[in-house]
C-alpha cells in the first residue's frame, strides 16, 4: 500500500521550493542590464544559465503537478506502462515517478 499522505506531503514540498526557485530566476532575470558592453556579455551568459536553470525546475515542478493530480484520481504509484506497481523505494528516490523500475528500464534503452 503506497503511503499516499506521505508522498503527497513530499511532493508539495519541492513544489513549493521550485516555485521559489523559479521566482528567484525570473526576479534575476529582470534585473536591468548595465550599459558596458563586457558586463552586458557576461549577463547574457549568465541568464543563458539562468534559463536552463528555470527550464529544469519548471519541467520538475510540471511533473510534480501532474503527480499531485494522480494522487487525486487515486492512480498514483501505479505505472503508467504495465498498471503495476511502482516500488516504495523508486518514488522516494522519484516521488513523481510514472514507471516502474522495469518499464523505466525498458524505455531508457
Ligand atoms: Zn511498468
Given amino acids: 500500500m ?3 499522505a506521505h508522498f503527497k506531503k513530499k511532493l508539495e514540498t519541492r513544489a513549493k521550493e ?3 526557485r523559479l521566482d528567484e ?5 529582470d534585473d ?18 539562468l534559463e536552463r536553470l528555470g527550464q529544469s525546475a519548471a519541467r520538475e515542478l510540471h ?7 494522480r494522487i487525486k484520481n487515486g492512480t498514483y504509484g ?3 506502462a ?7 523505494a523508486r518514488l522516494e528516490a522519484v516521488p513523481y515517478a510514472t514507471l ?10
Avoid: N, W
Fill in 18 to 20: 521550485l516555485g521559489a
Fill in 100 to 109: 516502474c523500475k522495469d518499464c523505466a528500464s525498458k524505455a531508457a534503452s
Fill in 2 to 4: 503506497t503511503d499516499l
Fill in 78 to 80: 501505479a505505472c503508467l
Fill in 32 to 49: 536591468p542590464h548595465t550599459k558596458d558592453f563586457s558586463d552586458q556579455a557576461i549577463e547574457r551568459e549568465q541568464d543563458e544559465v
Fill in 82 to 88: 504495465c498498471g503495476g506497481d511502482i516500488s516504495q
Fill in 63 to 69: 511533473l510534480i503537478r501532474e503527480a499531485l493530480a
Fill in 25 to 29: 530566476v525570473e526576479d534575476l532575470l
